[in-house]
């Protein structure tokens, strides 16, 4: 059973910076895209940050050049640099990979969230 475990989330002040994990684990084969989303409450689910297994990564407009996406393909592990937050950043974040298991075909996998609060 594949699992995506976050973690690193929490209150920070405005201009504060945090660091988001997510491990997966299980009978991995590969691991394709993997992504952040976040979700305010509220409003929908949004992309926050894209990378691919191997090319560019692609980024929300309201987070470019404050937060940067990097893979640890070795530890199976997805990470989400933020830094200079704001309030509007405030979300439940939330991991998103594509996986092969081994034998069987790649599927859609989603963590359980972690909470970012960014004070005023």
């Known amino acids: 059973q594949v699992q995506l475990v976050e973690s690193g989330g929490g209150l920070v002040q405005s201009g504060g910076s945090l660091r988001l994990s997510c491990a997966a684990s299980?009978?991995?084969?590969?691991?394709?895209?993997m992504a952040w989303y976040r979700q305010a409450p509220g409003k929908e689910r949004e992309l926050v940050a894209r990378?691919?297994?191997?090319?560019?990564?692609i980024y929300a407009d309201s987070v470019k050049g404050r937060f940067t996406i990097s893979r640890d393909n070795a530890k199976n592990t997805l990470y989400l640099q933020m830094n200079n937050l704001k309030p509007e950043d405030t979300a439940v974040y939330c991991c998103?990979?594509?996986?092969?298991?081994?034998?069987?075909?790649?599927?859609?996998?989603w963590g359980q969230g972690t909470q970012v609060t960014v004070s005023s």
């Open positions: 998103n990979a594509v996986i092969q298991e081994r034998h069987m075909p790649a599927h859609n996998y």
């Open positions: 299980g009978n991995i084969f590969s691991i394709y895209t």
């Open positions: 990378i691919p297994q191997s090319g560019s990564t």
